[in-house]
């Protein structure tokens, strides 16, 4: 099934309604509503569609009739490395200078940069900042945050209006080219309303007052970027033309440009790939489901992947999660139409009295630390398997084989 028109619909930013479906998930629950272990009864699920605007580019969820808070994720080692490197990227550019007013974004997804911009002398201001002259910052950090404001206009307008007359904005993105390059179809989710395309981006920032400085890309969830926006006119934006800064961001609009990041038909490619990756966790979970299958990572990911799948507590034993506010709950979306039960979430501590032969790792960019922080899992017979986009196991000398 490819791109197909939408109806009854209006774009998130620029109004228009004239986009295409380019990924049709059905109905699924909603990701961020985990019911608790043992709840019966099934999940309410809701229709789950990314549109393509065909006015202005940007791809978004068509509707979200889900109202869940999301629980905070543990902060991961490979999002605090991104942090850090996204720091020194931008005091090597002038871009986040010591004494600076800095402000944050709230995100769901976990960590904060502010205590590594403190590190290097910036002032944080405790408080969303305002927009009177004396409470905008010189530098405001958005990591994974925007993205969730179910208005995308007066989310981006919201931001340029914080910042000082040469103040930066530091958007953090998991961008629409890596979703198509990395075929992540289960990016897509309830309270996830945009998925930028950096070509959007630097239109849209455009719009509202706001002009690249900067870009810079980093291999977190198969490859983010963060791109500095200072206010147009400003001495910043005069001084950053032609940097070196913005040599990857030209490099990034040509890759787009060849993805098709604008072109409904392109990213409906996607829509391919649900039952490809579905139809392989199925088959593997069948395979091995008898030797005992534990789940690490209870993602908003992995509730899309898992309940395309079909996979119930039958299948596996419990999802381990680090994050307290997840411990006792379910995942979603994972109880069977045959009674099977809903797969638990378990702290980290249950691992050694589960004793899995397989674990299987919905975050691939957390392999390298779980390894390091669980090794009993090998220690005691168990591999670790990265689930996507097809189930790969991984040997003891970090390989990973079908």
């Known amino acids: 099934m490819g791109a197909r028109p939408v109806t009854s619909w209006r774009c998130r930013w620029c109004g228009a309604d004239d986009g295409s479906v380019v990924l049709d998930l059905g109905e699924q629950p909603a990701a961020d509503a985990f019911p608790p272990a043992g709840a ?13 605007c065909a006015g202005c580019g940007l ?17 991961p080692a490979a999002l605090v490395a991104q942090a850090r490197e996204a720091v020194d990227d931008l005091a090597a550019a002038g871009l986040a200078a010591s004494g600076a007013r800095v402000a944050e974004q709230p995100s769901p997804h976990g960590g904060s940069w502010l205590g590594q911009l403190a590190e290097r002398g910036l002032t944080v201001v405790p408080d969303e900042p305002g927009a009177d002259d004396e409470e905008r910052v010189d530098l405001l950090v958005d990591s994974l945050g925007m993205m969730h404001d179910a208005d995308q206009r007066a989310a981006l ?20 080219g890596t979703i198509l390059r990395t075929s992540a179809w289960n990016a897509l989710r309830h309270g996830h309303y945009a998925y930028y395309s950096v070509t959007w981006l630097v239109r849209a920032a455009r719009e509202v007052g706001v002009v690249p400085v900067g870009l810079w890309r980093y291999a977190l969830y198969g490859g983010t970027v963060v791109l500095a926006l200072v206010p147009a006119g400003s001495r910043r934006a005069a001084e950053h033309a032609g940097s070196a800064a913005l040599a990857d961001l030209d490099q990034v609009l040509d890759d787009e ?9 392109a990213v409906g490619r996607l829509q391919a790939e649900v039952t490809t990756t579905a139809t392989a966790l199925r088959a593997w979970v069948d395979d091995h489901r008898a030797e005992g299958i534990v789940g690490y990572g209870a993602a908003s990911r992995a509730v899309a992947l898992l309940a395309a799948a079909g996979v119930t ?90």
């Open 313 to 402: 507590g039958r299948d596996v034993r419990a999802v381990v999660d680090a994050s307290a506010a997840k411990s006792g709950l379910s995942m979603p979306g994972t109880a069977g139409a045959d009674g099977a039960p809903r797969i638990p979430i378990v702290e980290p501590a249950a691992l050694g009295g589960l004793r899995p032969r397989w674990v299987v790792l919905f975050v691939p960019d957390l392999l390298d630390e779980v390894r390091r922080a669980y090794p009993e899992v090998e220690a005691s017979g168990g591999s670790w398997v990265v689930a996507e986009p097809a189930p790969v196991v991984v040997a003891p000398d970090g390989i990973t084989t079908r």
């Open 257 to 265: 440009r060849v993805a098709g990041v604008t072109d409904p038909d």
């Open 59 to 75: 791809a978004q969820l068509e509707e979200d009739p889900t109202d869940a808070d999301e629980p905070r994720g543990i902060e």
């Open 157 to 176: 307008a919201d931001r340029a209006d914080q910042l000082a007359p040469e103040g930066v904005l530091a958007l953090h993105v998991h961008p629409l």
């Open 40 to 52: 019966t009864g099934a999940d309410d699920v809701y229709p789950l569609r990314m549109v393509l």
